[in-house]
């Protein structure tokens, strides 16, 4: 009985719940405030959300964590105080944490998540759509 109630649990479990994720994607993009300054939200569709993304997901970034002089790079058009601001932002959207007493930062759970499907959607989906 006990084994059937812990299948019926993590069957439960398994059910997705559609308004978790309209929530967490309302947060993603509008924009957000701190110490009277905005930070956009992310924008699925512009080049310069989708580098960012593609850069922080690399696999080494999520072994040994990545550094503002590691996304320079990576991102030589931009200086040192523009990707503090671009780190700044995506901290503030919950998609990458501060290691703590260092300057490496480390992608979330969600930010996985979220680079994750908008990498799906981009190429399995809206490239080939555009194809023909």
Do not use: W
Request: glycine letters at 6%; hydrophobic letters at 40%.
């Amino acid at each position: 009985m006990k084994a059937s109630n812990r299948r019926y649990l993590e069957f439960i479990s398994a059910i997705e719940d559609k308004n978790l994720g309209c929530t967490r994607l309302k947060e993603l993009i509008k924009p957000v405030e701190k110490n009277n300054r905005g930070y956009k939200g992310i924008i699925f569709f512009a080049e310069e959300d989708i580098h960012i993304m593609q850069i922080i997901s690399r696999g080494e970034f999520n072994l040994y964590g990545f550094k503002n002089k590691d996304i320079r790079r990576h991102y030589p058009q931009k200086n040192s105080g523009q990707i503090s601001r671009l780190l700044k932002r995506l901290r503030l959207l919950g998609l990458i944490k501060r290691a703590v007493k260092s300057y490496k930062y480390y992608l979330t759970v969600l930010g996985k998540q979220v680079i994750l499907a908008a990498m799906k959607i981009r190429e399995l989906v809206i490239i080939p759509a555009l194809n023909y």
